[in-house]
């Protein structure tokens, strides 16, 4: 897979999970086994505007090179980000917050931080043959 590529989806997601979470956030969050009050709507509409948010910066970089200097300070940010987010959810699962649905998430950003692991180690090879 290229890095654009991996760019794409990353963003797809975002942008897909971003809109469910600011139209349908009560559903959404049924499908996990969390109900919501208003505040709670209101937070989880938030969450999705930032998802929203980094779908438009991995759009945006879907068309730049591997050998960009701004792509690995990007993959490590989205490393802590995801691994964050790993732990939460983790947490939050073993804890009985949610229903199983919570596993996916989990998945999710397991996969996210292997996949930005694995293309820092691209675009540093990138850098070095440039």
Not at 24 to 33: D, H, K, S
Not at 52 to 62: A, E, H, K, P, R
Request: proline share 2%.
């Amino acid at each position: 897979m290229k890095l654009s590529t991996f760019a794409i989806i990353v963003a797809l997601l975002a942008f897909i999970f971003g809109l469910a979470f600011i139209i349908i956030p009560a559903q959404v969050g049924t499908f996990y086994g969390i109900t919501h009050n208003t505040g709670g709507i209101w937070v989880t509409r938030y969450w999705g505007a930032t998802l929203i948010f980094l779908g438009m910066i991995y759009w945006s970089y879907s068309s730049v090179s591997p050998a960009a200097k701004s792509w690995p300070k990007l993959l490590v940010f989205s490393i802590i980000y995801d691994l964050i987010q790993l732990v939460l959810t983790l947490t939050a699962v073993l804890n009985g917050v949610g229903n199983s649905n919570g596993w996916s998430s989990v998945g999710l950003y397991a996969l996210l931080i292997i996949g930005s692991a694995y293309f820092l180690g691209v675009c540093r090879k990138a850098r070095e043959q440039a």
